[in-house]
DNA sequence: CATGAATGAGCCTTCATTCAT
DNA sequence: CATGAATGAAGGCTCATTCAT
C-alpha cells in the first residue's frame, strides 16, 4: 500500500513550502490522500515525520552528488563537480531543498539522540565526498596545501548560503553557482602544480 | 517608560532560542515581566514584534560592521574586516544572530510589503558596505577585476553559511572564520597589483 | 450519534436566553456534555452554529403553522389560523422564538449569500402560507380587496412585535393574540361578501 | 465640554450600526474624539452608556410623536396621526431606531432596578400617547368601543414589528406605512358613529 | 478633568493525539 | 490496517476596566 509513501512526500512538499510548525498533520493527511488519524497511526508523532522527510531530503542529495562525482579526474575536479552537483541538485529539486533551509530539525531536536544522530551521520557522509575529494587532491597536485576538513566546511557554508539567498533573497541561481565556482577554485587551485 | 524595550529584548532572545512559532506571546510577556496584554497593547499582533526583532539585529550588525570598517587602508583590507567584523559580531552576539537564522521573516512575510521593505532596505545597506570595499579595491588595485555584486553575494552566502554551521551544526567557530578568511582573500587578492 | 443534536440543542437554548454574543462556545459545550474542541469540530465556527440554529426554529414554525393550516374552510379562515398558529406557536415553544427576536443574523449575516439564503428563503415559504390564505379569501369572497404582499407583511409585523412585546416587555400573550386577531378581522372581513 | 455629548452621540451611532456587544469602548472613544478611558471616566461602564442612548432614543420618539399630535380633532385622528408620526421618525432617523431594534436593553438589563424603571417609564408615557388619542376616540365617537391598552399594545406591536421588517428584512417603508394605516382604521373607525 | 498605558480574564479557534470501531 | 469523531491543552487576540499622572 502505497499510504506510507504518500504521507511523507506529502509532507516533504508542506514542511517545504509552509514549514513544520505551519504545517498541520491534518493538511499532510488530506495532501496525502488518508484519514487524519492514519498519519499519526504511521509515525507516531508529527515530530518523526519531520526526521524521515528531512533523512530522505540528505539523502537524496547525498545520492545525486555521489552519481556526478563518479568521473572526476583530479581532486580538484572532484570538487568543483561536488560544488557543481549541488547547484545543479538545486536547480531541479529547489522545492526539496527549502526544506533543509527552512527547517530547524538540527536545532530542536537532539542530535545525539536516536534516530537523530542518523540525520547527522548522513550528513557527514555527504560532506566527507567533499573531504575525500580535497585530499585527493593535495595526493595528485591538483589541490593546493590545506586542511580538507576546514575546507570542505566552509565550501558547504557558501553552498548552503547560497540556497538560502536564492531561495529566501530571489538572488539568481546562476550567478551565484558561477562565482562560488570562482571561490573555490580560487581558494583551491594549486598556483604550483607538482611536476610530472 | 522601559516596557517596551523589555518586551522586544525578551522576544529577541526567546525568538532566537525557540524560534517565533515555539514562543508564545505569554512568555514573552513573563520573560519582560508585563502582563499577557501588554503586548499585544504596543505590537498589535506577535508578527510586528518579530518584525521589529529581525530589524534591530540587522540594523545592529550593520551599525556594527560600519564601525569596524572605518580605518581600511585598501579596499581589500575594507572587505577583509567586513568578513571579520562578521565573525566579531557572531563571537560576542551569538544569540541575536541565531534569529536571522531560525526566522523565516524573509519567506512568510511579503518583503516588498511596508514595513518589511525596510527590512531588506537595512539588509542591501549592509551589502553595501562590502560592494564599496570591493569597488574600491578594484580601483585602488588591491582586488582583482571582478563582478562585486556577485562577489558580495557570494561572500555573504559563506558567512551566514558559516553562522549556521557554528551555531547550528556546533562547528568551530575559528576555524570557520580562518578560513572564510582564506577563502575571501584567494578570491579577491590580486595576484599582479597595479605598479606604484 | 447525538452529539450533534445535543449541541445545536444546546445552542438554542443558550442563544435564545442569553444571545449570540453572550454565549461562549464552551459554555455550549458543557451544557451540550462534549468536550470544548467538539463544537468548532462539528460546526466549524460559532457562527455556523447560529445560522442553523435559527434555520431550525424558522422551519419549526413553519411546519407548526402548515399543519394547524390544512383544514381551514375559506380563505379568511385560513388568515385567521395563520395568526392563530403564531400564537400558539409562541404559547408552546416561547424559548425557541426568543431566538429569532434576540438574534441579528439577519443584519450580521449577508443573507444573500449562501446559506443565509436559505433563510431568507425559509422566511418566504413562511410567509407565503399567510399570502395563499389571503389569495383565496380575495377569490372566495371571505376577505375584502387588497395587496395581500403588503397586509401579509404588515400581518407578519403585528405578530413580531406582538411576540416582542410579550417575550421582553411580559405583555400578556392572551391579550395580544385576542387583540391581533381583532385586528385583522377588522382589516380582513368583507363587509360586503359575494350573493350566494 | 462637549465631551460627554460626543460620547454619548458616537456611542449611539455606533450601537445602531453594530450593536452593544460589536462595539467596543475604545471605538465610541476614536469616534468621539476622546481617549479611551475617558468614557469609562464619564460613564462608569459601558451598560450605563448604552442605558442613556436607549433612552434618548425613546424620548426623542416621544417628543418627535408628542409635536405631530398636537392639533388632532378627533380621538381616531389622533391615534392614526400617533402611527403616521411613528414611520416619519423612522423615516427621518431610521439609525437612530435601530438602536431599538438591534439592542436588548429591556431583555438583560433588570427592568425594574433603578435606572432601568425610567426606560420603562418613558416608554410608558409614549403608549400613554396612543392611550390617550384612544380613550378620546372613544369618549367622542370617532373610535368604536374597545380596550384601549389592549389595542395601544397591538398597534405598537405592528409599528415596531414593521419597523424591523423595513430596517432588517428591507420591506419597502411606504407600503408598510401605508398598511399599517389601513389596519389601524380598520379596527379603530367607527361604522355607527355616535348622532348629533 | 482627562489621559492612555497597563491589565488580565475570557473568547474563538487550532491542532496533535487518542481510541473505539 | 485504517478511520474519523472526539478531545483538551494551548495559542493569539480582544476589550472593559483601572489607575498613576
Given at each position: 500500500?502505497?499510504?506510507?509513501?504518500?504521507?511523507?512526500?506529502?509532507?516533504?512538499?508542506?514542511?517545504?513550502?509552509?514549514?513544520?510548525?505551519?504545517?498541520?498533520?491534518?493538511?499532510?493527511?488530506?495532501?496525502?490522500?488518508?484519514?487524519?488519524?492514519?498519519?499519526?497511526?504511521?509515525?507516531?508523532?508529527?515530530?518523526?515525520?519531520?526526521?524521515?522527510?528531512?533523512?530522505?531530503?540528505?539523502?537524496?542529495?547525498?545520492?545525486?552528488?555521489?552519481?556526478?562525482?563518479?568521473?572526476?579526474?583530479?581532486?580538484?575536479?572532484?570538487?568543483?563537480?561536488?560544488?557543481?552537483?549541488?547547484?545543479?541538485?538545486?536547480?531541479?529539486?529547489?522545492?526539496?531543498?527549502?526544506?533543509?533551509?527552512?527547517?530547524?530539525?538540527?536545532?530542536?531536536?537532539?542530535?545525539?539522540?536516536?534516530?537523530?544522530?542518523?540525520?547527522?551521520l548522513m550528513h557527514l557522509r555527504y560532506?566527507?565526498?567533499?573531504?575525500?575529494?580535497?585530499?585527493?587532491?593535495?595526493?595528485?597536485?591538483?589541490?593546493?596545501?590545506?586542511?580538507?576538513?576546514?575546507?570542505?566546511?566552509?565550501?558547504?557554508?557558501?553552498?548552503?548560503?547560497?540556497?538560502?539567498?536564492?531561495?529566501?533573497?530571489?538572488?539568481?541561481?546562476?550567478?551565484?553557482?558561477?562565482?562560488?565556482?570562482?571561490?573555490?577554485?580560487?581558494?583551491?587551485?594549486?598556483?604550483?602544480?607538482?611536476?610530472?
Amino acid at each position: 500500500m502505497g499510504k506510507i509513501k504518500a504521507i511523507v512526500d506529502a509532507a516533504q512538499i508542506l514542511f517545504a513550502e509552509k514549514g513544520y510548525e505551519n504545517t498541520p498533520v491534518s493538511d499532510i493527511a488530506k495532501a496525502a490522500g488518508v484519514a487524519g488519524g492514519t498519519v499519526i497511526y504511521h509515525f507516531k508523532n508529527k515530530e518523526n515525520l519531520l526526521f524521515i522527510v528531512t533523512w530522505r531530503v540528505h539523502y537524496s542529495l547525498f545520492k545525486a552528488t555521489l552519481k556526478s562525482l563518479t568521473p572526476a579526474r583530479s581532486g580538484l575536479d572532484a570538487a568543483l563537480s561536488f560544488v557543481a552537483a549541488f547547484f545543479e541538485y538545486l536547480r531541479k529539486r529547489a522545492g526539496e531543498f527549502q526544506l533543509i533551509l527552512k527547517n530547524t530539525a538540527y536545532d530542536t531536536l537532539d542530535v545525539n539522540a536516536f534516530p537523530n544522530a542518523d540525520l547527522k551521520l548522513m550528513h557527514l557522509r555527504y560532506l566527507r565526498l567533499l573531504q575525500e575529494g580535497l585530499e585527493r587532491g593535495i595526493e595528485d597536485g591538483s589541490v593546493r596545501a590545506c586542511d580538507p576538513m576546514s575546507v570542505s566546511h566552509v565550501i558547504y557554508a557558501m553552498l548552503i548560503g547560497a540556497a538560502r539567498l536564492h531561495l529566501s533573497h530571489g538572488e539568481d541561481l546562476e550567478n551565484l553557482a558561477a562565482e562560488s565556482m570562482a571561490f573555490v577554485r580560487a581558494r583551491l587551485e594549486n598556483p604550483a602544480p607538482a611536476l610530472a
